[in-house]
């Protein structure tokens, strides 16, 4: 009892020290201080982690949480990763496909609530018939009275003179996640014509066609550990990346991981641990690299009701409200338990407006909410 108290003793200590060191100066952390932030568990180091994060995020980015509407433009994908719902394989889901001026329509109601900047997401697809559709999407949200807004792109792995074409055309931030860090756990999840090189490389092409880089992965994915999660960390340091969307991994039923759960635990346990995971992901990062953006993504609130304003209060200070239809949520669904599929948009404004007064933080209205860190390293004024 006398050593076990001790060595907590010793753990706090070497927390006290991290946590000071991660607060005076970006990427002060090593290997192993990330390993020790991500696998806290104990309540009082979780929240001192926790703190420190959040003392980050409103000393980077203020006391307001920057929102960019998330249309989910079409769930039709031409890739099969082992744990989308949404993946070619998956027989069991109708797809869709939005029109221009679908897209169009629901970036009004983005410039209506006043995000100032939305997110178009949808399977990946890689033709000149859907580069072509993107840039009229880009061409005709950007000149909508109230723009121009602050775009992101999330369309998966593209050839580089494609993301050139969608820079030009309005797109200023691309969100790729690399999904680990660890190409032999990527090759786990994916069949084996998914290439970690490329998508790795993608990131490469996104930074030369000047776009705001975002990257990301997935924690308590099946057979990744700490050493993983630490590695993901570092690999965000190394790309230099700008912006950061990562969520734990939650199976979906109609895909190869549905059972991937830990086996023997109880539910509740297990969703305990994959929202720990998630949010200890957000501090540890907030804590080595300061000043980038991090979203609070959908998945923490699948796991807990109030799983985002967790993870602005655990450093993220982004967050991205659904504004897709709600006849068309439920047929892209990623993962199971995804929340909000009946709210529309206003009812969700007025929803987050209230859960963030509750912890003390504002919408950041029409601000796009750029990431500090893209105008540190490129030295171009907001
Ligand atoms: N097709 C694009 C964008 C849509 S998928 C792409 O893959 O980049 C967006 C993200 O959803 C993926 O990067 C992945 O990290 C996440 N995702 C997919 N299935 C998930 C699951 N079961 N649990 C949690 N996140 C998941
Ligand atoms: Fe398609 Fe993206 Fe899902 Fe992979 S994660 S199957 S690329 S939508």
Known sequence: ???????????????????????????????DDL????????????????????????????????????IEMGNVCSKDCHYCGIRKSNPC???????????????KIDIAERYASLVLQSGEI???A???????????????????????????????????????????????????SNPKLYAKLHPADHSWARRDECLDALRRCGYQVGTGVMSAL????????A????????????MIGMGPFIPHHDTPLADSADTGTPKDADRRRRLRLGLNMISATRLHLHDVNIAATTALQALADDGRE???????????????????????????????????????????????????EKINYSKRGDSAHFFSRTGRPE
């Open 310 to 360: 967790q993870g602005v209060l655990a450093g993220a200070n982004v967050m991205m409200p659904n504004i897709t239809d709600t006849a068309y949520r439920r047929k892209y669904q990623l993962y199971d338990g995804k929340p909000c599929l009946d709210e529309n948009s206003l009812a969700c404004r007025f929803c987050l407006e209230r859960r963030l007064a509750a912890i003390g």
């Open 222 to 229: 099946p057979g990744q550990t700490t050493d993983d999660l």
């Open 93 to 107: 889901i109708e797809r869709y496909s939005l029109s221009v001026d679908d897209v169009v329509r629901l970036a």
């Open 126 to 128: 890689e033709s000149e």
């Open 231 to 242: 590695s993901d960390i570092e690999y965000f340091a190394r790309k230099d990346v700008d």
């Open 1 to 31: 009892m006398v050593e076990y108290a001790g060595k907590m003793a010793d753990n706090s200590t070497r927390l006290d020290e991290i946590l000071r060191r991660a607060t005076a100066e970006p990427r002060a952390l090593s290997h």
């Open 130 to 180: 859907h580069t072509s559709f993107i840039e009229e999407c880009l061409r005709r949200i950007q000149s909508l009275p109230g723009g121009p807004l602050g775009i992101t792109l999330s369309l998966g792995e593209q050839e580089e003179s494609v993301y050139a074409r969608w820079k030009a055309a309005g797109a200023s931030r691309y969100l790729l996640r690399i999904e680990t």
């Open 35 to 70: 390993k020790l932030l991500v696998s806290l568990t104990d309540e009082g180091e979780v929240k001192a982690m926790r703190d420190a994060a959040y003392e980050l995020k409103v000393r980077h980015c203020g006391k307001v949480v920057s929102m960019r509407g998330i």
